[in-house]
C-alpha cells in the first residue's frame, strides 16, 4: 500500500532516510529552547527497547551503583510509561491465580482495573490519615497463619504524596 506524504510507523523498523526532517526547534515555558538535529530525531521516532531508552538506563544503571550500591549482582532496571504500566508489568510477574494481594482500601481503581484479571486473593487492608493501618497487617498475616493459608505476596500502597495531591 503506498500512500503519499505518509511516513509508516505501524510496524518494524521505519527507514529514518525517509524522514523529512532535518532539526526540530521548540521552546518550552520559561523560555527553555530545545533542538533535536537529525540523529536525535531518527532516534526518537524509532521504537526502542521495551526496557527504555538506552543511554537513559545507562546513567541510571551509573547513578544506582555510584549512590545505593546494590548489593547483588543480578539487578537491573526498566523505565515504563506510567504508574499504572509499571504496576501492571510487577503484577503480571509477580502474582499467581489466587496468590494472596494486600489491597489498600480506598485505593485508585486502575489498580483493581490491573489485578482483576490475574484472579488474585485480594485482602482489604484500611488506611487513616497516616496510611496503611500496621495492626490491620499484622492481624491479616496472624490470621493467615492461623488457618494455615499463604502469606501475602505483594502489598499494593498508594504513596503519601499522591494522596495529597489527588
Not at 117 to 134: N, T, W
Request: net charge negative; glycine share 6%.
Amino acid at each position: 500500500m503506498k500512500q503519499v506524504n505518509c511516513i509508516p510507523l505501524a510496524a518494524g523498523m521505519p527507514n529514518t532516510v525517509t524522514y523529512p526532517f532535518i532539526d526540530i526547534s521548540m521552546t518550552f515555558k520559561y523560555d527553555i529552547p530545545i533542538k533535536l538535529n537529525e540523529r536525535e530525531i531518527s532516534t526518537a521516532l524509532q521504537y526502542g527497547a521495551s526496557q527504555g531508552y538506552g543511554p537513559l538506563l545507562e546513567k541510571w544503571r551509573e547513578f544506582l551503583k555510584t549512590w545505593h550500591t546494590p548489593r547483588h549482582n543480578d539487578w537491573n532496571i526498566a523505565f515504563t510509561n506510567g504508574s499504572m504500566d509499571g504496576c501492571s508489568k510487577i503484577f503480571e510477574m509477580m502474582i499467581d491465580e489466587n496468590d494472596p494481594v494486600m489491597l489498600q482500601v480506598p485505593t485508585y481503581t486502575g489498580i483493581i482495573g490491573a489485578l482483576a484479571p490475574l484472579l488474585p486473593d485480594l485482602i482489604e487492608i484500611h488506611q487513616d490519615a497516616d496510611g496503611l493501618i500496621p495492626e490491620e497487617i499484622s492481624k491479616e498475616c496472624e490470621r493467615r497463619l492461623k488457618d494455615n493459608k499463604p502469606m501475602p505476596k505483594v502489598s499494593q500502597k498508594i504513596t503519601v504524596l499522591y494522596q495529597m495531591l489527588s
